[in-house]
């Protein structure tokens, strides 16, 4: 693994959304940036307190507790990605499993694309990443095939039985579930961007 460029399935996701000179911005910021740091990850608090809100089946309010916590400069966005999330969860019947740690690699590119929640939605097992940007890049059944693809075709540590990849737009309130079938020409497309990421990487 060492030999791999290594990212995240949120910044591998934010390039597919891109289109032409933006995707080598992109990768150079990628590649520019320092290492994670914790108080430097925007949505940090709200992941971990969804993934601790269905892990101890707390209430809702254990969710707006977290827009007090937070700096001044996320409470609005926090505030917005709430109150969708609580419209998701409405009239659902949810239980929480532990998603476990999975990862992709293809073309000299290394993609850790661990679910931060699996969730029992109304008796059927999803493994569900979190997106939370919503800016120029809509996101749409056509534009979420690829990272589908890629969740679908990843190497998992605690794989569940029938458990359904998918995405879930928090600031819409939409799921994204993997397409029933993953075609070879979804397999072709997902492996043409990696490609075409470690391209960029290694020629900057």
Known sequence: MSDNI???LTQFL????????????FVRQVREQPDYHPGKDFWKELRDSIKKFHENEYSTDFLDEVISRVHDRKKLHYAEAIKQYKKFCKNRQIEWFDPGRSHWVSNGLYVRSSPE???????????VKLYFKEQNEKLDKRKTATILTLLSESTYSNPKESALQ???????GRLFPKP???????KLSLEAEAQQFAY?????
């Open 166 to 172: 998918s995405v879930l737009n928090v600031k819409k």
């Open 14 to 25: 934010d390039f597919t959304l891109k289109q032409g000179p933006s995707r080598v911005s």
């Open 117 to 127: 929640v699996g969730l029992i939605i109304d008796g059927s097992p999803y493994l």
């Open 180 to 186: 029933d079938v993953i075609t070879s020409e979804m």
């Open 6 to 8: 290594e990212i995240g």
């Open 200 to 204: 960029i990487w290694n020629n900057l």
